[in-house]
């Protein structure tokens, strides 16, 4: 318990997340333009998944006592999707939909 409370207390504050933009990408790090400038820093993505975010993204960026680190791109809003559902999609607008109900979309289409 005191762990965790020396951690949250000390390491992240509410002072030391700030929202930007994406400058560039690669290798997995980024640069942002936020408060200030960050240049390469590593960039926090669920395990199994791996990604480049183009220029312009919305992110957060986190300040703790291993240094800076960014969040990820700010997801857009999704009308097709409902709660539980999950899609992958790049830039280019190919996209891979899991619905609820078991069926895959691909481009838009059902799977076989």
Not at 15 to 31: M, Q
Not at 36 to 43: E, M, S
């Amino acid at each position: 318990m005191w762990i965790n409370e020396y951690m949250t207390g000390r390491s992240f504050g509410a002072n030391t997340a700030f929202s930007g933009e994406i400058r560039a990408a690669n290798h997995g790090n980024v640069a942002v333009s936020a408060t200030r400038d960050y240049g390469a820093v590593p960039l926090i993505a669920p395990a199994g998944i791996a990604y480049v975010p183009t220029a312009g993204s919305p992110t957060m960026v986190v300040e703790g006592a291993g240094g800076a680190v960014c969040l990820g791109v700010i997801a857009p809003a999704q009308a097709q999707l409902e709660p539980g559902e999950l899609m992958l999609y790049s830039a280019g607008g190919a996209s891979i939909v899991l619905k609820n109900n078991g069926k895959v979309l691909i481009n838009g289409r059902e799977a076989s």
